[in-house]
């Protein structure tokens, strides 16, 4: 077990609509990355966050966005769902910044499936 | 394109062989080099990371090696046993904010 922990588990929405998951990062780290995997491919990053401010973006339109809370926990925000948007979403918590040494401690994981 | 390509895209080998998995990239500039193990359903764990002046990373049954000459890096697992079945990642940083991962390696350790 990492420390990291997110919710829910599983998700299932339909087209158009918004969804929000959630990430609590292991205790001492400050900065939480977001990242999209769909099946059978490697995570995609999507941002960020470090001490509640964007630290970093990756190729993702403004419709997915986040934030990061003063206890260092943080959410992930996808307006208007699109099918393509069904894949794993994995955080990862670290106690420094992206490009650095740091080791990302990842949580399990919510499954989004768009209908 | 992907920037970081790894091979072989799956695996299968039986229990207590010796493996290597590839990983080629053209991430630049370079900052670190990362190798997690997937389990299906769970999130990436962290095996190994080297930075660029670090060519050997070793984490028990797994070594890691780091040419960043040839932009190339290797994980090597030895005596494998069952629990060694799982996706393994390789992930390189830039300087910038951004970490690009492969789509890993799918290793199957059969009885």
């Known amino acids: 077990e990492t420390g990291v922990t997110q919710s829910p588990t599983h998700l299932i929405k339909t087209r158009g609509q918004q969804v929000t998951l959630r990430c609590s990062s292991q205790?001492?780290?400050?900065?939480v990355s977001w990242y999209q995997q769909a099946l059978g491919q490697g995570p995609q990053f999507i941002f960020q966050?470090?001490?509640?401010?964007?630290?970093g973006r990756g190729n993702f339109p403004p419709r997915f966005s986040g934030l990061q809370f003063p206890n260092y926990s943080s959410e992930l925000n996808v307006n208007a769902l699109e099918l393509d948007d069904s894949a794993l979403y994995l955080c990862?918590?670290?106690?420094?910044?992206?490009?650095?040494?740091?080791?990302?401690?990842f949580g399990p994981g919510t499954r989004l499936t768009v209908l | 394109k992907n920037q970081v390509e790894q091979s072989p895209q799956s695996l299968i080998i039986l229990e207590g062989k010796n493996c290597t998995l590839q990983?080629?990239?053209?991430?630049?500039?370079?900052?670190?080099l990362r190798w997690y193990k997937q389990d299906t359903g769970r999130g990436p764990v962290s095996l190994t990371i080297?930075?660029?002046?670090?060519n050997t990373k070793s984490n028990g049954r797994y070594t890691a090696t780091l040419d960043a000459d040839t932009k190339q890096s290797s994980l090597h697992i030895t005596a494998s046993q069952l629990s060694d079945s799982a996706s393994y990642i390789c992930?390189?940083?830039?300087?910038?904010?951004?970490?690009?991962f492969g789509a890993g390696t799918r290793l199957t350790v059969k009885p």
């Open positions: 990983c080629n990239y053209t991430v630049s500039p370079f900052s670190n």
């Open positions: 205790s001492g780290h400050n900065t």
């Open positions: 080297m930075t660029f002046s670090e």
């Open positions: 966050y470090y001490r509640e401010e964007e630290n």
């Open positions: 990862a918590s670290s106690l420094y910044g992206l490009a650095g040494s740091d080791t990302q401690y």
């Open positions: 992930v390189v940083s830039a300087e910038s904010n951004d970490m690009r």
